[in-house]
């Protein structure tokens, strides 16, 4: 089955549309736009961070909300960054490199996925095995690539 590409708002780029970098940060290497990545694990679900409690990983700064996050992330970073350094799921999986909203999230075996906004996740979420698998397979091309290029 072939989908329709969905269309994307030209601001839903990753913060600069010029930069080569595999993650999504902002100008200050701040991941996530500074939501906590240990709390997507959690009942309550994601919440902001502090800078005060913060950890550098992978060349992206990651900002927890509390002592114990932090360090629940330095004991095991790799479980708690997101795929796809933290660009879209859905965007990877129709080889674009878009940022995302921290709110919009899914925790699929084990590996947090974000989305740009909400259609892109509804249409993520119609296949996600499909759109995990394509993404799997764009990724490695698409990381070191400059999102206004794609």
């Known amino acids: ?4 590409p969905i269309a994307l708002p030209r601001l839903a780029h990753a913060y600069d549309e010029l930069s080569t970098s595999a993650l999504n940060v902002d100008v200050n290497g701040i991941a996530l736009k ?3 990545p240990v709390s997507y694990f959690s009942p309550s679900g994601p919440v902001a961070g502090k800078a005060e409690f913060s950890a550098k990983h992978g060349g992206a700064t990651y900002q927890f909300s509390s002592l114990l996050n932090r360090d629940t992330f330095a004991a ?7 795929a796809y350094g933290g660009f879209c799921a859905m965007g990877v999986a129709l080889e674009q ?4 909203n921290p709110q919009l999230w899914r925790v699929v075996d084990g ?5 740009v906004h909400k259609e892109a996740q509804t249409r993520w979420l119609e296949d996600v095995k499909g759109n995990l698998d394509k993404a799997d ?5 698409l990381k070191d690539k400059a999102p206004k290029t794609l």
């Open 1 to 4: 089955m072939t989908l329709a």
């Open 34 to 36: 500074g939501f906590d």
């Open 76 to 82: 095991n970073p790799a479980k708690y960054i997101p």
């Open 97 to 100: 490199k878009l940022d995302v």
């Open 111 to 115: 590996k947090l996925y974000l989305n």
């Open 137 to 141: 397979k764009n990724w490695p091309g």
